[in-house]
C-alpha cells in the first residue's frame, strides 16, 4: 500500500468517524427533546388519557356466591354491550335460517303456510316465548333462541316476526 492510498483511507475513516459521531449526536438530541415535548403534550391530552383509559378498563366481571365484596350492579350493567336492534330479515338469515329453511326438526318452514297457520293463531307473544326459552310440541323442539344465546329478546322478537308475516 503506498503512502498516498495509507493517506486517504486515514482520512476516509475520520471523516467517516465524524459523520458517525454527528448522527448520533443529533439522534440523543432529538431523543431528548421529544421526551420533553411527548410528555408535555401528548400524555397530558384528555383523548390520550381517555383512550389510555378505555383500554385499560376491565372487560367483564365476575362474581362468585358467597363474595365478601360483590361488585356492584351498576358496574356490571356498565359492562353490558348493548346492540342497536336488528331487523327481522338479518337476524332470520343469520341464525334462524339453518332450521326453518329446510324444516330441521320439525321445524316450519319459512312461507309455508299451512305449517304457520296454527303457530300463528296461539298469538305473537307465545311465539316469541316459546322461541326465546324453546319450546317442545308434539311437531319437533326449538331450542332456546335456536340455539344462539348470544341474540337479545329484541332480535329473537323481530326474526319471529319477520317469520310470522312470511308465513301468512
Not at 63 to 81: H, Y
Not at 98 to 110: E, K, N, Y
Not at 117 to 143: C, N, Q, W
Amino acid at each position: 500500500m503506498s503512502d498516498h492510498d495509507k493517506k486517504f483511507f486515514d482520512n476516509f475513516l475520520l471523516i467517516i468517524g465524524v459523520m458517525v459521531f454527528v448522527t448520533l449526536m443529533l439522534f440523543l438530541l432529538a431523543q431528548s427533546m421529544s421526551e420533553d415535548t411527548q410528555e408535555q403534550w401528548t400524555k397530558q391530552d384528555p383523548a390520550f388519557k381517555a383512550a389510555t383509559e378505555a383500554r385499560l378498563k376491565p372487560a367483564g366481571y365476575a362474581v362468585k356466591t358467597g363474595d365478601a365484596e360483590p361488585v356492584a350492579a351498576a358496574a356490571v350493567a356498565a359492562v353490558e354491550v348493548e346492540q342497536a336492534p336488528r331487523s327481522g330479515a338479518d337476524v332470520f338469515n343469520e341464525a334462524c335460517a339453518a332450521c326453518h329453511v329446510a324444516g330441521v326438526a320439525g321445524a316450519p318452514r319459512l312461507g309455508d303456510t299451512a305449517a304457520w297457520t296454527d303457530r300463528i293463531a296461539k298469538g305473537r307473544d307465545t311465539l316469541v316465548e316459546h322461541a326465546i326459552k324453546g319450546f317442545a310440541g308434539s311437531a319437533g323442539y326449538m331450542p332456546a333462541k335456536g340455539g344462539r344465546m348470544d341474540l337479545s329478546d329484541a332480535d329473537t322478537a323481530a326474526a319471529v316476526e319477520y317469520m310470522m308475516e312470511k308465513g301468512q
